[in-house]
């Protein structure tokens, strides 16, 4: 059965960096996008980006372009996701998420459970 | 920019009894719409889509509807477990898409 599992939580300081990775099993990693979701505290989920594990091609919400690297380990199905320029506003849990279809597909059906990540001097 | 509108915010419902939730998007979007629900320290589920499409596993109680702007999430009888935080999707103008501020079912 399909699993993702993700890194843990992570604290970091404004103006650093931090990278979640997000690993995938029971199907073939390459045939699915992975999208990823931030949620704050008791707020609607907000999309981040997604990457094609196929051939690494990326596409990132307007917001988080320049700060925001999606990459993928085909040999180890992982999928990572690197934020850079933290502030206090980027507290948040951050979710990988499988689409539901093969293709270009924004529907998520496969979660992992969440890194929260905290941002505080 | 889609700007995703829920309401109401807060749900209060009665085991057995019916809920229906409401999505409003600023633009048409045709049926390009999904539910998902989220109980606390979980990630979301995916519940519909295409408006009212079920994936495997999702009980029958779960009905989307609704085509254009203004879509619904009806839960027809509630079960205990049914309680959580329930998000809407749109998916319409690839590759972005957005979530509204969700709603919330409680028990009355």
């Known amino acids: 059965q399909v699993q993702v599992v993700q890194s843990g939580a992570e604290v970091r300081k404004p103006g650093a960096s931090v990278k979640i990775s997000c690993k995938a099993s029971?199907?073939?990693?390459?045939?699915?996008?992975f999208h990823w979701v931030r949620q704050a505290h008791g707020q609607g989920p907000e999309w981040l980006g997604f990457i094609d594990p196929s051939g690494g091609s990326t596409v990132y919400a307007e917001k988080f372009q320049g700060r925001l690297t999606l990459t993928r380990d085909t040999s180890t199905s992982t999928v990572y996701m690197e934020l850079s320029y933290l502030s206090p506003d980027d507290t948040a849990n951050y979710f990988c998420?499988?689409?539901?279809?093969?293709?270009?597909?924004?529907?998520?059906?496969?979660w992992g459970q969440g890194s929260l990540v905290t941002v505080s001097s | 920019e889609i700007v995703v509108t829920q309401s109401p915010a807060t749900l209060s419902v009665s085991p057995g009894e019916r809920a229906t939730l409401s999505c409003r998007t600023s633009q048409n979007i045709d049926r390009n719409v999904a539910w998902y629900q989220q109980k606390p320290g979980q990630a979301p589920r995916l519940l519909t889509y295409?408006?009212?499409t079920r994936p495997p596993g999702v009980p029958a109680r779960f009905r989307g509807g609704g085509s254009g702007t203004e879509f619904t999430l009806t839960i027809t009888s509630l079960q205990s477990e049914d309680f959580a935080v329930y998000y809407c999707q749109q998916y319409n103008n690839w590759p972005l898409h957005s979530f509204g501020q969700g709603t919330k079912v409680e028990i009355k």
């Open positions: 029971g199907y073939t990693f390459s045939n699915y996008l």
């Open positions: 295409a408006a009212a």
């Open positions: 998420a499988r689409a539901r279809s093969s293709g270009w597909d924004s529907l998520l059906a496969y």
